[in-house]
């Protein structure tokens, strides 16, 4: 099976993912914003290098901090 990378897994709608991915038994990576900065694009090429996934879903999120 072929695996997929979910980016944004510790926000709302990547937890969401996490748990239909599970219960369906498919084969994924799930990376919270501690695991893998998008904006970070060494890491980002890095990771996408060493998971070398079928799909990305990118569920991450820009929040204001305050």
Do not use: H, W
Not at 11 to 37: C, H, N, P, R, Y
Not at 46 to 65: C, G, H, M
Request: hydrophobic share 40%.
């Amino acid at each position: 099976m072929r695996k997929v990378l979910i980016t944004g897994a510790s926000g709302q709608l990547g937890k969401e993912f996490v748990k239909a991915f599970s219960s369906k038994g498919i084969d994924f990576v799930a990376l919270g914003k501690k695991d893998l900065d998008i904006a970070n694009f060494e890491r980002v090429y890095k990771t996408l290098k060493e998971i070398n996934p079928f799909i990305v879903i990118n569920r991450s999120a820009y929040n204001r901090e305050e």
